[in-house]
């Protein structure tokens, strides 16, 4: 069992920066791959970065590809999510996920525990 609690969100200028932090507990977080996603209110949650178990592959939602950066530090079972040069069009609830996996999804489907949401307000 996991439980993740983000934090690190609020309210930005275009061109800005954020940092979403996302706690884990629980055991044997080194073996999770982890994800963030993200939700307009009326639209699905989409994909935006994900990490491997071990923190050396990575992949990102095209949308925010340069200017994302997912990070994963497995001594303090947290994931990261750096966001640079946000855009009006980035404003949503961020989500943390894990998945008992070592290997990265896109795939919302893949990932069976959730955090709560952290709002990220980019305004123009």
């Known amino acids: 069992q996991v439980q993740l609690v983000e934090s690190g969100g609020g309210l930005v200028q275009a061109g800005g920066s954020l940092r979403l932090s996302c706690a884990a507990s629980g055991r044997a977080f080194s073996g999770y791959a982890m994800g963030w996603f993200r939700q307009v209110p009326g639209k699905e949650r989409v994909f935006v970065a994900t990490i491997s178990a071990s923190g050396r592959s990575t992949y990102y939602a095209d949308s925010v590809k340069g200017r994302f950066t997912i990070s994963k530090d497995n001594a303090k079972n947290a994931v990261y999510l750096q966001m640079n040069r946000l855009k009006p069009e980035d404003t949503a609830v961020y989500y943390c996920?894990?998945?008992?996996?070592?290997?990265?999804?896109?795939?919302?489907?893949?990932?069976?525990?959730w955090g709560q949401g952290t709002q990220v307000t980019v305004s123009s």
């Open positions: 996920a894990a998945r008992a996996d070592w290997a990265p999804s896109n795939r919302e489907v893949d990932y069976g525990y």
